[in-house]
């Protein structure tokens, strides 16, 4: 069965569609901006669950995740609208409210302004689809086809907390983190970080990381023609994993397949490694001319198979 | 229980959000244009059935509603995002491809580009979030909000083939009309005569023909301010639902409160109806200031209540 990276590479050729296939589609606006644009489809049990999260948590990580999209191409978001599809129990109620409060607690800090949706009921469970609309100087958008070989590779923050909080939302006997669940449930999309990383200049490809490390330096591979390693003991585990919880051979599968920690993850030329020197960021690995993705773990070097979270 | 109008109402007032009311949101883009933007959400079951419409029907229709919101207000229609939660049996088959193509074939039509979307798998039925952006002279898109006391109410086309469509598939064992299907399966956003009517610059307030005639032209008086009232013997009830399939008492019932034949719906000044005497556009009724929507039958006259569709 194909996977939906698969499935839109397919839709691409099939239909010559050549501005697919980064966090924002990229849009001319006027002389000096493009227009960026992006769309997240949430869905009740699979991207939340009820049991889990309030209805703030949900309604603020529904505007987390595009504006992690929008900082992925060092852009400004600008305006939003959302869809949602309602299941009467939770139409009847304050859901909706309360969704829409922790929707705008996010949206002020971002001055972001909700400018339509649509609003429609559903036999089955919540559907939320966010769309996120933003801005960036004309054709300085960043996008995920320009790393080189011989780039250097880096991530902003730590990795693996959000998987980690998932975990244990899942099995709440375990010992309770509240910093690693409110990774889970209230991500901080990087859009400072993502713009000051365009303003100096140095990257050459950028995403964010939202399906995994290891899926997501495959997509940054795959659009610019390049292969990677990471060094698995450069990695910026979050402390709160192994200090709290869990065996230490969970580390590496959180920090490489958790996703959904939405730090920037990017490639920049050798030279510049000085001008990232006072950033939140750490240099995880190389951009080689192999097509293949690696890890190195002590000596041994092997192929990174891409294992965040699928669909299909 | 509200209803997803008074939903929407409440929203605005409460985080007071200026942009929302319209088929579409209105943004600046740049000296001469502003930006267009809809968002449609269709959901299995609710907005179609897997069983009465191919694939291709479902392509097609999910553009053409939000087509028709760009025609609403004067605009031309430029990109398009999908957002689709997809079941598994759905993934697994030809559904998608078979759906892009008759998506396509309407974009086509358009000249609309595919930028963008996302794509889940959803545990229930199938999902679909309909986005298209588009453009329009700036400070001329029409809008819900300019209807004046003694303006003329126009319809074009026909009014009620879509809902009689749609009462032939609920009930396959009546007279089958291929032509009524066809006009819910396919409706055909009037785009270039929405492009027209604001060309002639003679439309003070318009929307298409969506949740049904009794609803939105109670849009139009509630964003306008004004009152409406409706001459049942002037509607353009489609000629095919009475040659083929329905008793007179339906004919009505279809054309007031079917929705779906998304036709526009505007109002001029009395002065311009000459201006609009060569469309294919009918005289309706005519702007009030009593604040109610009423219709006229015979020499009765009630109010009419709003019947289209709802959600909640």
Known sequence: ?????????????????????????????????????????????????????????????????????????????????????????????????????????????????????????????????????????????????????????????TLGGAAAGLRILEAPNSKKSDKLIQKQLRPVPQVALGKQLRKLGIVNAMIDISDGLSSDIRHICEASGVGAIIEADHLPIDSQISADLFENDNLLEFALNGGEDFGLLFTTTENNESLAGNLPITNIGTVTNTGKVEIKNGDKVQELSPGGFRHF
């Open 1 to 157: 069965m194909r996977s939906e990276f698969q499935f839109i590479n397919d839709i691409k050729k099939r239909f010559s569609l050549t501005h697919i296939g980064d966090d924002c589609a990229v849009l001319p606006k006027d002389a000096e901006l493009d227009l960026l644009i992006t769309t997240d489809l949430l869905i009740e049990n699979i991207d939340f669950r009820l049991d889990w999260a309030t209805p703030r948590d949900i309604g603020y990580k529904s505007l987390a995740v595009s504006l992690s999209d929008i900082a992925a191409m060092g852009g400004t978001p600008t305006h939003a609208l959302i869809s949602l599809g309602v299941p009467e129990n939770l139409w009847k109620g304050r859901f909706l409210d309360e969704f829409y409060e922790g929707w705008h607690s996010l949206a002020n800090e971002f001055q972001v302004e909700l400018i339509g949706g649509d609003v429609s009921s559903v036999p089955g469970k919540l559907v939320i689809d966010s769309i996120v609309l933003g801005e960036v100087l004309k054709d300085k958008a960043l996008l995920r086809s320009g790393a080189k070989a011989g780039d250097q590779i880096y991530v902003s923050g």
